[in-house]
């Protein structure tokens, strides 16, 4: 029986479920927030195109969202590669899923990518997409972790 399929079967459901999605939404977000942010603050400043910023950003996300999934795994005793492989298989559709979802609602906001770093509206459409997007993603990570998928192979890890 693999790995999946035993997590699939004898995994949690209902309630708990739902708050194994949260939270590795909310892991996964902290490292989209801090490259998102990053990547906002750097390319705003240094005057990119809002395409640069976006690339930028998207890019920094997903480097501090794996990032921090192979801080959590390798605690775990995983070699490097193994762990780089755990955190593509954890975080990669978590990822995309929320890049798509803030870096879209920011651009739609009118105004908010040509705000600057002093402006309420760049930092509250910041904020806002960043939420959203957790809200988008929570039931995308439940589907992915009922199948033993996801963040499923992070938490097989340390059980």
Avoid at 9 to 15: D, F, I, L
Wanted: hydrophobic fraction near 55%; aromatic fraction near 6%; proline fraction near 1%.
């Amino acid at each position: 029986m693999s790995t999946r399929h035993s997590f699939h079967v004898s995994g949690v459901a209902g309630g708990a479920l739902w708050q194994q999605a949260a939270a590795a939404t909310l892991h996964c977000l902290t490292g989209c927030a801090i490259g998102e942010v990053l990547g906002m603050v750097v390319g705003t400043a240094l005057g990119l195109h809002n395409l640069g910023t976006v690339v930028l950003s998207v890019v920094l996300a997903f480097v501090f969202g794996y990032g921090l999934t192979m801080r959590s795994v390798l605690g775990s005793g995983l070699g490097l590669k193994a762990a780089l492989g755990v955190a593509l298989a954890a975080d990669t559709v978590s990822i995309i899923v929320m890049e798509v979802v803030d870096n879209g609602f920011i651009l739609v906001v009118p105004g908010a990518m040509d705000a600057g770093l002093a402006s309420s509206l760049f930092w509250g459409s910041l904020a806002a997409s960043l939420a959203i997007a957790f809200v988008v993603t929570v039931p995308v990570n439940r589907w992915l972790i009922s199948r033993g998928l996801g963040h499923a192979v992070v938490h097989e890890l340390h059980h």
